[in-house]
């Protein structure tokens, strides 16, 4: 069995994860020439990018809320506490989602 703080490690290390990823995305998204891409591509590039913020947002609630559960001596059960967003773009179930 995890220890709180391991739980509220994997936690921040979770939301950690999930701005590394936009922080390359929009590295990797300054470099393209949107002239190229369809409307289409430009579309599905802004949503994915509310999806992001999104999921940093549940992210850092999350650490709050484990730590603020830790602080208070509560058991954290990690299955229930970390934020594991699903489906998106590059999970294999995504496909399922297209109209």
């Known amino acids: 069995m995890l220890t709180n703080q391991q739980v509220v490690d994997q936690v921040r290390s979770d939301a950690a ?3 590394r990823f936009v922080q390359r995305r929009e590295t990797f998204l300054d470099a393209l020439d949107w ?3 369809t ?3 430009v579309h599905e590039a802004a949503m994915l990018d509310f999806m ?7 992210a850092l609630q ?3 809320m484990a730590e603020s559960l830790a602080a ?3 058991p954290l ?5 970390r934020y594991k967003p ?4 590059w999970h294999a179930e995504w496909l399922t989602l297209v109209n």
């Open 52 to 58: 992001l913020e999104d999921d940093l947002a549940e």
């Open 77 to 81: 059960v990690p299955t229930f506490i």
């Open 62 to 64: 999350r650490v709050s």
């Open 86 to 89: 699903f489906p998106r773009p």
């Open 72 to 74: 208070m001596g509560l």
């Open 35 to 37: 002239t190229m891409l």
């Open 17 to 19: 994860r999930i701005e």
């Open 39 to 41: 409307c289409e591509q």
